[in-house]
């Protein structure tokens, strides 16, 4: 019921919009009208001016449209206009099933045609005819950019209604972009979690994760539910989050793997285990970051420091408890390069952490170049 309501609403939206943008029309139409008042295109037009008129004025279609429709019906037999019109007259006439003949015929002369389609959406929902009403839907939505948004606003809403996902599914196996958008949509809300992934048609992106299982796992991270989220990084990117020191995982974007700077403050690229880094010291910037879920207890975190350029001290290892923001460990990196331990706890009740490397501004700054490699992290009594 609530789709339909949305749909009413909708279709008025278009109708208004149609009649302001054929009102417009109607000035370049009476010449091209008295030149040669039978032709297909003008009558085409003149037959959309008197539609759009009787929807605004909520009349019936005036004598001179009829007949404007029944010499394009003759003069143009594939046009899908005549068909347009009888069907909206037998709608409001409460003739469904004749109207969705008609529609259909329509949609065959011209598949590109979006007031049909929007017509054939109307129709098949007050028939309960949900799953093809969908289809319609989402190939409006592929054929109407401007309308866009509602179409998955509208799907967006009729997902949580019982028995919807079925029907939805299939009606997404038309249109990837039109899935993107409405699990994108979903995602912001960690609680449609179970329903995106009954929605969705693939899980396994090409190129790292999809756009909406990123926002998914940010939304999941946010509101606490960690161990949620890193079970389904792991189900989306078949990767483990064992290989601390991997700093090429940065090339799939999530919340477990590392998250490098890249701007004017301060720059982080990986090259495979090793990760070069230069900063500033202008602003405070995180130069590298990453979510892990360690069980309480004692650590090391070991690294190799190579090459500094400068005093790297301005550089600090942070771990930082998720939730209450608790900061754990705050190690500056020491002036001489060479393999480097640092010993922290994590307490109970800490369930995940961040694990950063920031740079902090100095009165004077100085830039600093360095690299790190080999780091590892382990569990110690």
């Known amino acids: 019921m609530a789709l339909v309501l949305t749909l009413v609403a909708l279709l008025a939206a278009t109708c208004i919009r149609f009649a302001i943008v054929a009102a417009g029309a109607e000035s370049s139409t009476g010449l091209a009208w008295s030149l040669w008042p039978g032709h297909p295109k003008v009558l085409q037009t003149k037959i959309m001016l008197g539609l759009a008129q009787a929807a605004v004025d909520r009349q019936a279609l005036s004598p001179a449209t009829n007949e404007q429709v029944k010499m394009l019906s003759e003069r143009a037999p ?3 206009e005549p068909f347009a019109v009888e069907a909206a007259v037998a709608l409001r006439g409460g003739l469904y099933q004749r109207a969705e003949e008609l529609l259909i015929a329509a949609r065959q002369r011209d598949p590109r045609d979006r007031a049909v389609r929007l017509l054939l959406a109307d129709t098949d ?34 997902a949580h ?37 009954s929605l969705a048609t693939r899980v396994h992106g090409t190129d790292g994760l999809l756009a909406w299982q990123q926002k998914l796992l940010s939304s999941l991270v946010q509101a606490g539910e960690f161990r949620t989220a890193f079970g389904l990084w792991e189900r989306f990117s078949n990767e483990t989050g064992d290989a601390l020191g991997n700093f090429a995982d940065s090339r799939v974007a999530s919340p477990f793997t590392w998250k490098l700077a890249q701007g004017g403050d301060g720059v982080a690229n990986a090259n ?52 209450g923001q608790r900061q754990l460990a705050d190690f500056r990196l020491p002036k001489s390069p060479g393999l480097v331990s640092v010993r922290f706890n994590v307490p109970s009740g800490c369930e995940a952490q961040r694990l950063e490397l920031k740079g902090f501004s100095q009165a004077y700054p100085a830039e600093v170049a360095l690299s790190l490699s080999d780091v590892e992290l382990g569990k110690v009594p």
Request: hydrophobic share 45%.
């Open 161 to 197: 209604s019982p028995g919807a996902v079925p029907r939805l599914r299939g009606a997404l196996a038309l249109s990837a972009p039109i899935e993107n958008e409405l699990l994108l949509q979903l995602a912001d809300d960690p609680k449609n979690t179970e329903l995106i992934l």
């Open 78 to 80: 594939l046009s899908p």
């Open 272 to 323: 495979g285990n090793a990760l070069s880094v230069d900063f500033f010291g202008t602003r405070d910037v995180s130069l590298a970051s990453k979510v892990v879920l360690l069980p309480p207890g004692n650590y090391d975190l070991r690294f190799r420091l190579i090459g500094p350029t400068a005093d790297p001290s301005s550089v600090h290892w942070l771990l930082t408890c998720l939730g």
């Open 125 to 158: 929902l007050r028939q309960g005819k949900i799953e093809p009403a969908l289809q319609e839907l989402v190939v409006l939505g592929r054929l109407s950019p401007d309308i866009h948004a509602s179409i998955t606003a509208m799907l967006s809403q009729y």
